[in-house]
């Protein structure tokens, strides 16, 4: 029996306190404690009891000289964590420069009580026939005359085919009554009773899978024997959007099922529509699971628990969902991988592909990477052969890519035209409307002016708390911060100098929203952007009036843009192409270009041949070349060449710290401070890692806070990763820091 454990503690905040401790186990407990199990301990001084984890049983320890203390309180029966994740959680503690209460944090379901994970037993009530069949035979007879009686013959026959059967769906039937059940329970001829429920897994129907093309079949195959094979690999399955990459995946899982094994499917949130569950469903039955972020902590166990019971073999979620304990996990589907929403922004700062790769590895499973606009990232390991790369080329039925039209809005100027739409995008949506067809169009900002400013002194009006200018909303009438939410009252005079003309700048979706319903209100014309989908059903009524044709144009913001399928959208419009071109970010080309792709994506997907209008005042940019000549190879060439001659990822990784504060000589100062310990250990070490900044943040201000970064950047991510905790730790131990808060991002994707 195991004599001592190593423990860590979970409030443990501080840095130095973040490692495991060893304790003695108490005699009365040594033949219950197992690894994964969770423990109380007393810690600290005064030896408060403190939420522990075990990762470590051993039989004898090194003399340390003092007394160690000892593990009396158990709380889980059975671990809580298995071997791999708590390999997983190392992983991410290493991975990240993170903490152990971070990752523990997020492996495990949230709002976890001490106590075990309680799994209410699910129960129903069975409904099933008396063993008597000569009593209910008489029973029959003499109620054969009565008129009632039709119904509880049928109930009786249905019951002898329908052995597994609960009160439930049987009431569900048009032709069963709760008083014909009551009548014959009062007469003994069946009886109810309330069973435990147990998972029998639907079978696949298989009725429901759609005949590949050539492309998808190969694809399908390349799958199932790397499955068959059981070694890991991350697969990148490039495929123009419409050409079948779902069906590929529901197949390729298919095949993981056969093999016993179960499968995992990520998505960006904002997919998580009931579409896309049902179309799991119809093929898997109940052995599909969804998690999404409205569940409730209770809900999110509970899921947590069948996932370790194998009570589930597909879990489909958004990023959050990659942490799922599903029992012989083999294959880990990330759709739509390219989104940046994969990337978490809180501690510990995870990319759920990281986290989806090492999984695999553990497992010998595949990662399948499915996106129309791989990230550069992905495009580079696919094209050095670390991803295995497979192509779908051809969008299936008859479907055919769409017409693309560059407009340049400097000529519309010139013409006069001083609207929001250019005469070929108004043109366009008229034919579209006129010939039966459905218009998105996509404005990546939302409310009614994007800034005001003032004629005589051009003071711009900005938010108290934040560096960033106020959005105007017409429907509510007030000026509102898109970073803090915070509002105010629209201003009469300038509050600079007093003057009366004040100006409304800058078109956003709720402008154009005005704009459309004026020319083409007939049509029925609706927004979905963050302000019009708040309500818990907001942005699938919005999608369902799409559908069902009610509303015939739709703006929006780039929420429209993402994986909608709508076969009678015939024109796709990009109002400002130019907004994220030039955001102070080299991954702002990359950004532009997905975002371009994926809305020209929605049109023509049905039969009739798509058009898609782009307007921009860089008609030049090497993005809207690339879009204009569907030169999909030339971008990512480009593009990681220019990254390669500016040392930026993938040819690098950086190690990015934040430094806010609400005092701004306080961060400053901390900032400058702690630049100079990274700049005198990179000239002192070996290898040499380039400083950049410190710099004022992209948003200087957000919520009173102010920021200041400070980029390290590194050709090999491990000593990067040393180097940055490191000067960290020295840093932490010399100087004192009041006020200030230090953030670090490893490989971050946004930096603003
Ligand atoms: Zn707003
Ligand atoms: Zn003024
Ligand atoms: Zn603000």
């Given at each position: 029996?195991?004599?001592?454990?190593?423990?860590?503690?979970?409030?443990?905040?501080?840095?130095?306190?973040?490692?495991?401790?060893?304790?003695?186990?108490?005699?009365?407990?040594?033949?219950?404690?197992?690894?994964?199990?969770?423990?109380?301990?007393?810690?600290?001084?005064?030896?408060?009891?403190?939420?522990?984890?075990?990762?470590?049983?051993?039989?004898?320890?090194?003399?340390?000289?003092?007394?160690?203390?000892?593990?009396?309180?158990?709380?889980?029966?059975?671990?809580?964590?298995?071997?791999?994740?708590?390999?997983?959680?190392?992983?991410?503690?290493?991975?990240?420069?993170?903490?152990?209460?971070?990752?523990?944090?997020?492996?495990?379901?949230?709002?976890?009580?001490?106590?075990?994970?309680?799994?209410?037993?699910?129960?129903?009530?069975?409904?099933?026939?008396?063993?008597?069949?000569?009593?209910?035979?008489?029973?029959?007879?003499?109620?054969?005359?009565?008129?009632?009686?039709?119904?509880?013959?049928?109930?009786?026959?249905?019951?002898?085919?329908?052995?597994?059967?609960?009160?439930?769906?049987?009431?569900?039937?048009?032709?069963?009554?709760?008083?014909?059940?009551?009548?014959?329970?009062?007469?003994?001829?069946?009886?109810?009773?309330?069973?435990?429920?147990?998972?029998?897994?639907?079978?696949?129907?298989?009725?429901?899978?759609?005949?590949l093309n050539?492309q998808q079949?190969?694809a399908?195959?390349?799958?199932?024997?790397?499955?068959?094979?059981?070694?890991?690999?991350?697969?990148?399955l490039e495929g123009v959007t419409g050409s079948g990459k779902t069906e590929v995946?529901?197949?390729?899982?298919?095949?993981?099922?056969?093999?016993?094994?179960?499968?995992?499917?990520?998505?960006?949130?904002?997919?998580?529509?009931?579409?896309?569950?049902?179309?799991?469903?119809?093929?898997?039955?109940?052995?599909?699971?969804?998690?999404?972020?409205?569940?409730?902590?209770?809900?999110?166990?509970?899921?947590?628990?069948?996932?370790?019971?194998?009570?589930?073999?597909?879990?489909?979620?958004?990023?959050?969902?990659?942490?799922?304990?599903?029992?012989?996990?083999?294959?880990?589907?990330?759709?739509?991988?390219?989104?940046?929403?994969?990337?978490?922004?809180?501690?510990?700062?995870?990319?759920?592909?990281?986290?989806?790769?090492?999984?695999?590895?553990?497992?010998?499973?595949?990662?399948?990477?499915a996106t129309a606009?791989?990230?550069?990232?992905?495009?580079?390991?696919?094209?050095?052969?670390?991803?295995?790369?497979l192509t779908l080329n051809k969008r299936i039925g008859?479907a055919v890519l769409?017409?693309?039209?560059?407009?340049?809005?400097?000529?519309?100027?010139?013409?006069?035209?001083?609207?929001?739409?250019?005469?070929?995008?108004?043109?366009?949506?008229?034919?579209?409307?006129?010939?039966?067809?459905?218009?998105?169009?996509?404005?990546?900002?939302?409310?009614?002016?994007?800034?005001?400013?003032?004629?005589?002194?051009?003071?711009?009006?900005?938010?108290?708390?934040?560096?960033?200018?106020?959005?105007?909303?017409?429907?509510?009438?007030?000026?509102?911060?898109?970073?803090?939410?915070?509002?105010?009252?629209?201003?009469?005079?300038?509050?600079?100098?007093?003057?009366?003309?004040?100006?409304?700048?800058?078109?956003?979706?709720?402008?154009?929203?005005?704009?459309?319903?004026?020319?083409?209100?007939?049509?029925?014309?609706?927004?979905?952007?963050?302000?019009?989908?708040?309500?818990?059903?907001?942005?699938?009524?919005?999608?369902?009036?799409?559908?069902?044709?009610?509303?015939?144009?739709?703006?929006?913001?780039?929420?429209?843009?993402?994986?909608?399928?709508?076969?009678?959208?015939?024109?796709?419009?990009?109002?400002?192409?130019?907004?994220?071109?030039?955001?102070?970010?080299?991954?702002?080309?990359?950004?532009?270009?997905?975002?371009?792709?994926?809305?020209?994506g929605?049109?023509?997907r049905?039969?009739?041949?798509?058009?898609?209008?782009?307007?921009?005042?860089?008609?030049?940019?090497?993005?809207?070349?690339?879009?204009?000549?569907?030169?999909?190879?030339?971008?990512?060439?480009?593009?990681?060449?220019?990254?390669?001659?500016?040392?930026?990822?993938?040819?690098?990784?950086?190690?990015?710290?934040?430094?806010?504060?609400?005092?701004?000589?306080?961060?400053?100062?901390?900032?400058?401070?702690?630049?100079?310990?990274?700049?005198?250990?990179?000239?002192?070490?070996?290898?040499?890692?380039?400083?950049?900044?410190?710099?004022?943040?992209?948003?200087?201000?957000?919520?009173?806070?102010?920021?200041?970064?400070?980029?390290?950047?590194?050709?090999?991510?491990?000593?990067?990763?040393?180097?940055?905790?490191?000067?960290?730790?020295?840093?932490?131990?010399?100087?004192?820091?009041?006020?200030?808060?230090?953030?670090?991002?490893?490989?971050?994707?946004?930096?603003?």
């Open positions: 029996m195991p004599c001592y454990a190593q423990i860590i503690i979970q409030f443990a905040t501080v840095n130095e306190i973040d490692r495991p401790f060893t304790y003695e186990v108490a005699p009365e407990i040594s033949s219950r404690i197992q690894v994964g199990q969770r423990v109380k301990v007393p810690f600290g001084r005064y030896n408060h009891l403190q939420l522990g984890y075990v990762v470590k049983l051993m039989n004898e320890v090194q003399e340390t000289g003092y007394r160690l203390k000892k593990v009396v309180v158990l709380i889980d029966e059975k671990p809580i964590l298995d071997n791999k994740q708590l390999e997983l959680i190392s992983f991410i503690v290493d991975y990240y420069a993170t903490s152990y209460a971070a990752a523990i944090d997020v492996v495990l379901p949230p709002g976890l009580k001490e106590e075990p994970i309680a799994v209410e037993e699910m129960s129903e009530k069975k409904v099933r026939l008396v063993e008597d069949r000569i009593k209910l035979k008489a029973y029959c007879n003499a109620n054969a005359h009565k008129q009632t009686f039709a119904k509880q013959k049928w109930l009786i026959d249905y019951l002898r085919e329908h052995t597994d059967i609960n009160q439930k769906e049987l009431l569900a039937l048009p032709e069963v009554s709760a008083s014909s059940l009551k009548t014959l329970e009062k007469n003994g001829c069946i009886y109810i009773e309330e069973e435990k429920v147990v998972y029998r897994p639907d079978p696949i129907c298989e009725m429901r899978f759609k005949t050539d079949e190969q399908v195959q390349y799958l199932k024997a790397l499955n068959e094979a059981n070694v890991y690999r991350t697969i990148l995946f529901l197949h390729a899982i298919r095949e993981v099922l056969m093999r016993g094994g179960t499968a995992l499917v990520l998505v960006p949130e904002i997919a998580l529509t009931d579409q896309t569950l049902f179309r799991f469903k119809e093929r898997f039955g109940n052995r599909v699971a969804l998690s999404h972020s409205r569940m409730s902590a209770k809900e999110r166990q509970r899921l947590y628990m069948r996932a370790k019971n194998n009570e589930v073999s597909i879990i489909i979620g958004p990023r959050s969902a990659v942490f799922m304990p599903l029992d012989n996990l083999k294959l880990i589907v990330v759709d739509e991988a390219h989104e940046s929403s994969y990337k978490s922004e809180t501690t510990p700062k995870y990319h759920a592909i990281d986290i989806a790769k090492k999984r695999m590895m553990q497992n010998k499973g595949q990662v399948l990477l606009t791989p990230s550069i990232e992905s495009y580079a390991a696919a094209r050095s052969g670390e991803y295995s790369l008859e769409p017409e693309v039209d560059v407009v340049d809005m400097r000529l519309e100027i010139q013409k006069g035209n001083n609207s929001v739409l250019s005469h070929t995008l108004f043109e366009a949506i008229k034919d579209a409307l006129e010939a039966d067809g459905q218009v998105m169009l996509l404005l990546n900002r939302r409310g009614y002016s994007t800034f005001i400013n003032c004629r005589s002194c051009g003071h711009v009006i900005k938010c108290d708390h934040c560096d960033v200018s106020m959005t105007y909303h017409a429907s509510q009438q007030i000026l509102q911060c898109h970073y803090c939410g915070k509002t105010s009252d629209v201003p009469e005079v300038c509050p600079e100098c007093g003057s009366k003309y004040i100006r409304f700048m800058g078109s956003g979706t709720e402008k154009v929203e005005a704009y459309l319903k004026e020319c083409f209100g007939n049509y029925g014309v609706a927004r979905m952007d963050m302000d019009t989908t708040t309500g818990k059903e907001g942005h699938q009524k919005i999608l369902s009036a799409f559908r069902k044709k009610e509303v015939r144009l739709l703006i929006g913001t780039q929420m429209i843009a993402k994986g909608h399928d709508f076969p009678a959208v015939t024109l796709v419009g990009v109002l400002s192409a130019d907004l994220s071109l030039f955001m102070q970010d080299f991954r702002s080309n990359e950004r532009t270009y997905q975002l371009l792709t994926q809305a020209m929605r049109a023509g049905g039969k009739e041949k798509g058009r898609v209008v782009i307007q921009t005042y860089n008609p030049n940019h090497l993005v809207m070349e690339v879009i204009r000549n569907n030169a999909q190879e030339a971008f990512y060439e480009q593009e990681l060449a220019n990254r390669e001659m500016l040392g930026y990822p993938p040819y690098t990784h950086i190690f990015s710290l934040l430094v806010s504060g609400l005092d701004e000589e306080e961060v400053i100062r901390t900032v400058q401070l702690l630049s100079q310990y990274y700049r005198y250990y990179s000239q002192k070490g070996q290898s040499h890692f380039r400083v950049i900044g410190p710099t004022s943040a992209v948003i200087s201000k957000i919520g009173d806070e102010y920021r200041w970064r400070l980029l390290i950047v590194g050709e090999e991510r491990e000593k990067l990763l040393i180097y940055g905790k490191f000067c960290l730790e020295k840093f932490y131990n010399k100087e004192k820091v009041s006020g200030t808060k230090i953030q670090w991002d490893v490989d971050p994707l946004a930096m603003l």
